[in-house]
């Protein structure tokens, strides 16, 4: 009951007051003056008893605000006899207290819409068949159905089939997500496919949506420093007001001028206008899926200067991918990804799991092995298709040449690779590398971050040098600091933080020391980071690096609309009072002006619930459909332009049957990916265009189509060249080099096409290497 007349409680003051205001004109016109002054006197005594009480309450909890100045006009139009600019004082007060409530509601909206998709119950399979559970009382290693419609209870793994997903909640996108068997998927997310089954990896308390639920209920617990200063410039205001309402009435020997200055003195603009403004930003920050805890954090965001970052899991994707296969010389018959990744499907290694992703990126079908063994620090070893197969350390793998090795070491750590042998039958067949790639968003993301303000970048990782010092001079990091403990990452945080306003952005537990160093932690909390999120100041609940400089924009535009708000709302004020000591406004034409200017900063502290004229670009509707459909492509393309070397290696060595199958696999390839470019530049490009604006500004984007098609054309010549005349060497060193330049070109022109124009519709991040 008590939450309901909170509620509605402004809403029936101005109900009241603005009826009353009403209901006395009509008095007045029919009954006469006398009845019509004596209905609006009751409408001020009726807002001048809850506007003490504010003032009262106000004082108690150390607050000292306009509502003086407003019981101050109330009484004194009283005292006076305007009982009309009493009632309509009665209405602004009482409206404007409305206009706050609303507005701080609509703001504060899209934080609740955090809170509504909590999930609740959960269907576990047993031995007994189904049950239905209290999410609570889920546990990780639970096999759970969700069915049509379901909120995904916790997070966990898809068992099987695809999992289709809509995650608008959780990211802001609105197109459903697909998720392979395989594929981890967080809580929150609504099932909008069929049933499929999960695998449960954490119990609900810990998963992604009830941490999102814990940040959300913390986010509007504190007010802004500039929301505290504007309570300060009211209390100089007030004596500022009272001297020069005096100073009107001795003037003039009038008490009504007085009166006429405390009627339009009330600061309004400064005290409504702050706070609507932080509490709009914090509500266009959760609808990009960031968590703000409070218009502090979100103010202190604004003012940042240098910003320190992690690498793993931050500027990278914070998992090992498979990023080539190095064969053996001379290399055993079979094919060494398709024999390790049906051997790890029964491994638990972080390394396997990337090592069977990989393999289902790539298209290779899998086999069920066989007495499987695995030891812990070295490997796995069993039985796939009759050959014993190891997975693991070189020593573990079998028999290699050591020069061999050495020159795979050489070019694994040349990359910043993990390398994983394979041996079969006793010796080493090949060698996987792994690497964590840097995210497709990240060097766009410091873009961005230089031109909101960033002047200084640094990072701050526990890696070592040599793989720290590619990836900081992938982003432009101007300093780059490896090898870190967490004490150390401290260190450097409170000294950049001595020469500058900072901001550290971070996912893992080693980083929440830091985020709570620095001015502004700023947690990716997207994979349930815990520890670094309850540090953080802000979280970021998807997993793009991008909303980190969409957020510091939205800080940034929210102060500049706040102190805009304040400054021509209270430019309004004081002229108005200059007006009003002079005469030429009576008490009630300045309340009717006070009003008006009071709804004027609201309105346009309400601004910063919009981008403003810097708004970034971006693809909506079918243009993001399409998107979608090409960054899938992407993610199938990515693995066979991988291969490109390997297969010009293949057929400049092999001969007959083996050659055949590479030059047919290269044909199939360059007939994909013909078709693809098309797409990109028929359908994409266009589109892309008219989002960003300007005059062919996929011009040079385009001119890679071309150069790309030269390249098929060339490449299409030499296969037939070659197929007619097997034995010519001419066309086999023209054919490896022309593959050599592809690759090339296609690395670098997928990464720019996933950087810049992919995320234009808040796609799901891409699979580039």
């Given at each position: 009951m008590r939450a309901v007349i909170a509620r509605r409680g402004p809403e029936a003051l101005f109900a009241l007051a603005a009826g009353g205001l009403a209901a006395g004109a009509a008095v007045r016109w029919t009954a006469g003056a006398g009845a019509g002054d004596l209905v609006w006197l009751l409408v001020t005594v009726l807002a001048l008893v809850p506007a003490v009480w504010w003032v009262v309450d106000g004082l108690l909890h150390r607050r000292f605000g306009s509502d003086v100045i407003a019981v101050l006009a109330l009484a004194g139009t009283v005292a006076v006899g305007e009982a009309l600019a009493g009632a309509v004082i009665a209405v602004m007060l009482t409206g404007g207290r409305l206009l706050e409530e609303r507005a701080g509601r609509r703001a504060r909206r899209d934080l609740g819409a955090l809170l509504s998709l909590a999930p609740r119950a959960a269907h576990r399979r047993t031995d007994g068949g189904l049950d239905t559970i209290d999410v609570a009382e889920v546990r990780p290693g639970d096999r759970l159905l969700v069915r049509p419609g379901e909120v995904v209870p916790v997070d966990g793994l898809v068992e099987r089939d695809t999992a289709v997903l809509d995650e608008s909640t959780l990211t802001g996108e609105p197109l459903p997500v697909e998720h392979p068997a395989g594929d981890a998927v967080r809580s929150g997310a609504v099932n909008s496919g069929r049933p499929f089954e999960l695998r449960a990896t954490n119990d609900a308390a810990s998963s992604t949506y009830a941490g999102i639920v814990r940040?959300?209920?913390e986010a509007a617990a504190e007010s802004a420093p500039f929301v505290r200063l504007a309570d300060r410039y009211s209390a100089l205001f007030i004596p500022v007001t009272l001297v020069l309402a005096a100073a009107a009435w001795i003037a003039a020997g009038d008490p009504v001028r007085a009166v006429a200055v405390l009627v339009v003195a009330t600061p309004c603009p400064l005290i409504l206008a702050a706070p609507i403004a932080f509490v709009s930003g914090l509500s266009r920050s959760a609808r990009r899926g960031v968590v703000v805890k409070g218009g502090g954090a979100l103010e202190r965001l604004a003012g940042a200067r240098v910003l320190l970052f992690d690498k793993t899991g931050t500027v990278t994707t914070g998992r090992p991918a498979l990023a080539e296969i190095v064969p053996a010389d001379p290399a055993p018959a079979g094919d060494p990804l398709f024999l390790a990744a049906s051997l790890d499907q029964v491994s638990p290694h972080v390394l396997a799991s990337a090592i069977v992703r990989g393999a289902h990126e790539r298209g290779v079908p899998l086999a069920a092995p066989t007495d499987v063994t695995e030891t812990a620090g070295q490997g796995v070893r069993g039985t796939v298709g009759g050959r014993r197969v190891s997975v693991g350390k070189a020593s573990w793998a079998g028999k290699a040449d050591p020069a061999w090795l050495d020159r795979v070491r050489r070019r694994a750590a040349a990359r910043g690779a993990i390398t994983v042998f394979v041996g079969v039958d006793g010796r080493v067949a090949a060698v996987l590398l792994l690497r964590d790639r840097i995210r497709p968003d990240a060097p766009r993301t410091f873009r961005l971050l230089r031109r909101a303000g960033i002047e200084r970048t640094v990072m701050v990782t526990g890696d070592r040098a040599d793989v720290?010092?590619?990836i900081g001079g992938l982003v432009g990091a101007d300093a780059v600091h490896a090898g870190l403990t967490p004490a150390q990452k401290v260190e450097v945080a409170r000294a950049e933080s001595g020469r500058a306003a900072t901001v550290m952005v971070g996912d893992g537990v080693n980083d929440a020391?830091?985020?709570?160093?620095?001015?502004?932690?700023v947690a990716l909390g997207a994979r349930g980071a815990t520890a670094s999120s309850e540090a953080a100041d802000v979280v970021i609940t998807v997993d793009r690096l991008e909303r980190l400089a969409e957020t510091l924009a939205i800080?940034?535009?929210?102060?500049s609309v706040a102190r805009q708000s304040v400054v021509a709302g209270m430019g309004l004020s004081l002229a108005a009072m200059a007006v009003a000591a002079f005469g030429l406004l009576t008490p009630a034409a300045g309340?009717?002006?006070?009003?008006?200017?009071?709804?004027?900063?609201?309105?346009?502290a309400l601004r910063a619930l919009g981008p403003g004229r810097d708004r970034e670009p971006r693809l909506r509707g079918d243009a993001a459909e399409l998107v979608r459909r090409l960054d899938e492509e992407h993610r199938a393309l990515w693995p066979r332009i991988e291969r490109l070397p390997a297969l010009a290696d293949a057929i400049a060595a092999s001969g007959g049957r083996e050659r055949d199958t590479a030059l047919d696999a290269l044909a199939g390839f360059l007939t994909d990916l013909a078709e693809h470019e098309r797409k990109d530049e028929q359908l994409l490009y266009p589109a892309v265009a008219q989002a960003l604006g300007g005059t062919d500004p996929t011009g040079a984007m385009s001119r890679g189509h071309t150069e790309i098609a030269e390249l098929t054309r060339r490449l299409n010549a030499l296969t037939a060249e070659l197929r007619a005349a097997p034995e010519a060497p001419e066309p086999v060193s023209?054919?490896?080099?022309?593959?050599q330049e592809l690759y090339a070109v296609l690395r670098l022109h997928f990464a720019q096409e996933e950087e810049n124009y992919f995320v234009l519709a808040d796609a799901r991040e891409t699979a580039g290497p």
């Open positions: 940040l959300t209920e720290a010092d590619s020391p830091a985020l709570a160093a620095a001015g502004v932690g800080a940034r535009r929210t102060r309340a009717l002006l006070q009003e008006g200017i009071d709804v004027a900063a609201i309105l346009a023209d054919l490896r080099r022309t593959v």
